[in-house]
């Protein structure tokens, strides 16, 4: 299972990336399902044997992170008719070049950390790649929905590094912590919404009226 | 059983307030408010009386550190409802509903941080106190607040996922160790045994991400938008009680730390970021002109106070134990004052907003009373804490902390008391007229600021002995 497991963490950083270079917002939308996806994947593929546990860790990620949340973003960028962040803080290829030195970086602090045995070699490298490109995204963006497309990826990579611990981290913490997203973004999809409404954009950088 | 219903009630009626038809339009059920905020109290009540063992498998218990936040809330949140019978009649939220559920099922998050034995329970419930208070900051629905709702939610987002990362790291750090995983008190029994890099990460990770839902410096950013923004009742409740379920969590794995014998990695990082904030709200106290911007900046300074007692240790636990309950319930008393100037005025800027004294005689004489004792002058309960914190720096061996935070604290006097008393006394602009104060405007202030002067003079028995096992959980001492 390993190979298989392996496969799918190098789909993952793939998946960062195409979002770091992507204009499009649905396109990161569909980027950020396919990642969705590949994170319901892996509890099967990294568990020692198939259990009910892995089983419903995983269906319970597809129904939230490929499915129901991906569908909220779509119905806030129709509702409020943006199609491309433009002029983002760092460029496109700025930012990818970024992206590519944090995964090298996190390949370098994961080979230092003390690791169990048997952890999936590629599972903890992952991980931190995928939370520094999150916080790219979401530090460099100027689009509000892109900033929780990036929140998004940050979770994810979280979530790739609790894959470390299933054992110890019980079922109902796992179910508290999806549940958690999925409101944490749901409420974010109403303010991009009314921040439409406000102010004719999705641009958070408008959103500067209150300072010292 | 107590201890479930304490957790649970608050956010089933909060679902049934949600979801009920009848409870559409903009009417709230304050009655209802009412009679969670009084159960909650009366049970945590209870727990002082009759003390009840730990449920769920030992996931929750009540502790001396979380029954002290567990009571600052539920207090706090009784005293919020009894203002809010005034408020609404003056300004009905644009939805009932949401203003009543949100507010229970705040009630149910925090107690659920309180009560949490298992870290990761803890977690989910800072997380739900974070999303709960969310749509109550933006109660009022104009660009301002929604532009702070922004800044709150991804602040406070990227600071909670942070935290799960650090409840993570400490998940790694105990391994193969014998005991229940993320369970307090086996992890603080066998804390010697933990993994010491995965450890310090866990206390770093933690300590930034509940340190982002507190508001301490650098990581405060959010809180002058969010509490100048929000409804002063909102505003009270966050920088009374939620800051204190945030603080319980740095505290929490303080205990593991020390526990495990991290004392000098741990208490200089605490120390640093106490200093630190104390000296950015000094810097944005001095010269701030809006008063509920400026009670954020006091409510940074004070939780830098908060973790430098815990980093200084020894008799700087208790003291910290005895500020967490003081500035809870002085914060709270402050913002439901300037809720009253709002109320009456439509702003919290000082400029235009002179001689209060002679328009709003009740809430200018609870501001100018606030601001001795949010400053820490006697008889009010800071001074007893923030002077005990003072003694453990100097126990400690460090003067010249105990030098810099004295000197921070005058400057934040000067700046605090140039804005309170300019708005509170001076000439009142031409054709304001004094206002009626209601009963329940006022009511919940005057309350909370009678403790405050009592817990100056004279703190209960049974509450020194909590705060006493408290602070020895903590790595300290008693007084």
């Known amino acids: 299972m390993y190979s298989a497991a392996q496969l799918v963490l190098l789909f993952v950083v793939l998946s960062d990336l195409a979002v770091l270079g992507t204009t499009r917002l649905s396109s990161c939308i569909r980027g950020i399902a396919a990642q969705g996806l590949l994170l319901g994947l892996l509890p099967v593929l990294v568990a020692p044997q198939l259990s009910v546990h892995a089983v419903s860790l995983g269906v319970g990620t597809i129904v939230v992170k490929a499915i129901?949340?991906?569908?909220?973003?779509?119905?806030a960028i129709r509702e409020a008719a943006v199609r491309r962040?433009?002029?983002?803080?760092?460029?496109?290829?700025?930012?990818?070049?970024?992206?590519?030195?944090?995964?090298?970086?996190?390949?370098?602090?994961?080979?230092?950390?003390?690791?169990?045995?048997?952890?999936?070699?590629?599972?903890?490298?992952?991980?931190?790649a995928t939370l520094m490109i999150g916080f790219i995204v979401l530090t460099t963006r100027r689009k509000a929905l892109m900033q929780v497309i990036g929140y998004l990826i940050l979770e994810n990579g979280i979530y790739l590094f609790g894959l470390t611990q299933t054992e110890s981290v019980p079922f109902l913490i796992e179910l508290g912590v999806l549940l958690d997203v999925f409101v944490g973004v749901f409420i974010m999809g109403i303010v991009v919404f009314h921040i439409n409404r406000e102010f004719d954009s999705l641009d958070s950088t408008r959103l500067a009226e209150l300072t010292d | 059983m107590r201890l479930l219903v304490i957790g649970a009630l608050p956010l089933l009626v909060a679902l049934a307030v949600l979801s009920v038809p009848a409870f559409r339009?903009?009417?709230?059920?304050?009655?209802?408010?009412?009679?969670?905020?009084?159960?909650?109290?009366g049970l945590v009540g209870s727990l002082w009386i009759a003390p009840e063992s730990g449920t769920l498998g030992g996931w929750f218990a009540v502790d001396p550190l979380g029954l002290t936040v567990l009571t600052l809330t539920s207090i706090l949140f009784l005293v919020t409802v009894t203002y809010a019978v005034g408020y609404l009649r003056r300004e009905p939220p644009s939805s009932g509903r949401v203003f009543a559920g949100c507010l229970m099922a705040f009630l149910s998050a925090a107690s659920?941080?309180?009560?949490?034995?298992?870290?990761a329970m803890l977690w989910v419930g800072m997380e739900a106190t974070t999303l709960s208070v969310a749509p109550l900051v933006f109660l009022r629905r104009d660009r301002r607040s929604l532009e702070a709702t922004w800044k709150y939610l991804v602040i406070s987002s990227v600071g909670i996922a942070l935290a799960l990362l650090g409840t993570f790291f400490l998940a790694s750090a105990q391994g193969d160790v014998p005991g229940r995983p993320l369970v307090l008190p086996d992890l603080v029994a066998h804390a010697r045994e933990l993994h010491p890099a995965w450890l310090r990460a866990a206390f770093l990770f933690l300590l930034v991400g509940f340190g982002t839902k507190m508001g301490l410096a650098p990581m405060h950013t959010w809180k002058p938008d969010t509490y100048g923004e929000a409804p002063s009742l909102v505003s009270g409740l966050m920088a009374g009680a939620l800051t204190s379920c945030a603080f319980l969590g740095i505290a929490r794995i303080t205990q593991v730390?020390?526990?495990?014998?991290?004392?000098?990695?741990?208490?200089?990082?605490?120390?640093?970021?106490?200093?630190?904030?104390?000296?950015?709200?000094?810097?944005?106290?001095?010269?701030?002109?809006?008063?509920?911007?400026?009670?954020?900046?006091?409510?940074?300074?004070?939780?830098?106070?908060?973790?430098?007692?815990?980093?200084?240790?020894?008799?700087?636990?208790?003291?910290?134990?005895?500020?967490l309950i003081n500035n809870g319930l002085s914060k709270s008393w402050m913002f439901l004052a300037a809720g009253n100037v709002v109320l009456a005025t439509g702003s919290s800027s000082a400029t235009g907003n002179r001689g209060l004294v002679r328009t709003l005689p009740v809430s200018a004489g609870l501001l100018v009373l606030g601001l001795f004792a949010v400053t820490g002058s006697p008889p009010f309960g800071q001074f007893m804490s923030e002077f005990t914190i003072l003694r453990a720096a100097i126990n400690a061996g460090h003067p010249w902390i105990a030098a810099v935070m004295l000197l921070l604290l005058a400057i934040i006097f000067v700046g605090m008391a140039v804005l309170v008393l300019g708005m509170?006394?001076?000439?009142?602009?031409p054709g304001s007229v004094p206002v009626r104060e209601s009963g329940w405007l006022v009511l919940g202030p005057v309350a909370l600021a009678a403790t405050v002067l009592m817990l100056g003079v004279y703190i209960p028995g049974p509450l020194h002995d909590v705060l006493t096992q408290a602070a020895v959980a903590l790595g300290g001492t008693a007084p």
């Open chain 2, 424 to 429: 509170a006394l001076g000439v009142p602009d």
């Open chain 1, 68 to 75: 129901v949340l991906p569908w909220l973003l779509g119905r």
């Open chain 2, 257 to 323: 730390a020390m526990a495990a014998g991290l004392g000098p990695f741990a208490q200089p990082v605490l120390i640093g970021f106490g200093l630190l904030s104390l000296a950015v709200a000094a810097v944005f106290i001095v010269g701030q002109s809006d008063l509920k911007r400026l009670l954020a900046y006091s409510s940074v300074e004070h939780m830098g106070l908060l973790v430098l007692g815990l980093g200084l240790g020894g008799v700087g636990a208790y003291g910290s134990m005895l500020h």
């Open chain 2, 112 to 119: 659920v941080v309180a009560l949490a034995q298992h870290l």
């Open chain 1, 85 to 128: 962040e433009i002029e983002p803080l760092v460029g496109f290829i700025a930012s990818q070049l970024l992206g590519v030195l944090a995964v090298a970086l996190a390949f370098a602090i994961a080979s230092r950390l003390p690791l169990p045995a048997t952890t999936q070699p590629l599972l903890v490298p992952v991980s931190l």
């Open chain 2, 25 to 41: 339009g903009r009417r709230v059920p304050v009655a209802l408010l009412a009679a969670v905020a009084l159960a909650h109290l």
